[in-house]
């Protein structure tokens, strides 16, 4: 599909209530052009963090799109959790759920599995990529959440530093530590070249194992191929 013809959609507002907001979490969004954004879960919001800091999506839209489905013969409704357009122009909607409610056998999850099976049918119907992603993949590491929200805190509040292009040219494909790469730029602060990591893995131009390495001296960086 080409992207003039693509559906760009709008976040649904939903009421907070019991359902909705216990744990609701208000943020920014860089690649929705810095627009507010209103998540309904801890899960949701750490969701969120993998989708904001994955340098191949090129944007995204929080509950995106209501769909309508029958359950025990009543009409009932769905909106999905997000939309995500990659930067190879594929489009994937994603449910945010917790593995329990997808394989528990309690009747109070029984709407949670009619709802995915809904979201699936609509998206085979109109060829769109779906997931159901989890706590598994989305804390996939101990340090991922913290990692993360000290990327997308740093892109949202500071602009790139100067060094940025000399951090770039001081790392190769071959991984090297953070201390290594401050101890040869010592014309930098420690918290420029540290800024300027961030900045660079948002971008995707470097990589490195943020799910389980503390973003500091000791973490290993190297070039995207």
Known sequence: MESNDRIQYEPIKI???????NNYWNSRGNKVGNRNIELYSDLEFDHWLTVETNPKVITYCEQPLKISYVLKGQLRTSIFDMWILNQDGSE????????????SNLPKYDRTKRQIE??????????KAYEVRTEKTIRSGRHSVENRTSIVTAVLNSTKPACTLDVLHSISFNKRTISDITQELTQYSVAEVNLALKWLYYEGHVCANIEDQIFGNGLEVYKRE
């Open 92 to 103: 994937t909607f994603v449910e945010v759920k917790y593995e329990k409610e997808l394989t």
């Open 118 to 127: 809904a979201q699936q049918e609509w998206c085979r119907i109109n060829n």
């Open 15 to 21: 009421p907070r209530s019991m359902k909705y907001g």
